[in-house]
């Protein structure tokens, strides 16, 4: 039988999210075309492939077969287009790729980590920006892919996917104020110490420009360059501090709650630049390096 790519990225974003409709969105189709695309998936294995539930669905084992080998099919298929792209593409001219801080953490180490080693013979140049800068620079051809905020990038004209999830939390010292804490307001939060990024950085620049003047001045005890400092100091009890939930590793002794306000409540789009040809050659390999670290990192972070 033959396959489908688009059906098979698709169908490991349904096994991954436990729900069609979830899938869906990460490919941007309706549920009506995705359902279509799954049911004839099955039709043409001749076998169930998902065990449809109230609450969702889940892999049947002929499922979790094909779910293991449409990961290494991908795989493959993006190094394929890398190596042959790395002829059309001047060896000097590296990719370009944009993100905010947050995306600086983990996602793009990672990400860069397996791709640089897979290909050698493409380089990749990596800034932070905000979302509206990166837009502008994919817009115009500077750039070739960005990490963007789905609620600053949308209506951008852009190529854009779902990437993962980006919320915000409160994280402060375990066995302190947050100990017991589910949710809490912005408001409260800003009434106790705070370590934070940069006032520069993207991260804080969201906060503030959310915040505005609904919130008390926030005391921060110190401002760091990178969120791993961050993390650390409110480990030590510096105070609290807001981050990305994936940002913080479950196993850590902190103590996190969730932030009330909806503006926490973000979501990472990996965009593409108006001058690469979307999924395909070097770009497309990156962009699924870019997938596979925010799939396995959204899965990790999810609250126990």
Known sequence: MRYDLDDLRLFLHVVAEGS??????????????????VRALEQSAGVALLIRGRRGVRPTPAGTTLAR??????????????AVASYRRPPATPLVLL???SAMHRLIPLALVSFLREYPDVDVTV????????????ADGEADLGIVLDDEARGCGLDTEALGDDSLVVIGQAGGILAGRTAMPYREV???????????????????????????????????????????LVAAGAGLAVVPRRAVDPNQPLAMCDLQEPWSRRRHLLAWGTKVEVA????????????RVALSDEGASLPQ
């Open 99 to 101: 993100a905010g801080g």
């Open 20 to 37: 069609i409709t979830s899938g869906a969105g990460r490919m941007h189709l309706s549920l009506p075309s995705a359902s279509a695309r």
């Open 280 to 291: 395909s050659g070097a770009a497309g390999a990156l962009a699924e390096h870019l997938r």
């Open 127 to 138: 800034a932070e920006c905000r979302t509206p800068r990166t837009v502008r620079m994919l």
């Open 69 to 82: 080998h449409a990961r290494d099919v991908l795989t493959q298929t993006a190094r394929l287009d890398g």
């Open 190 to 232: 800003a009434e106790h110490p705070l370590v934070g990024l940069d006032a520069g950085s993207s991260l804080r620049r969201w906060i503030e420009k959310h915040v505005g003047a609904h919130a008390p001045v926030p005391r921060y005890r110190t401002s760091v360059a990178n969120l791993n400092t961050v993390i650390a």
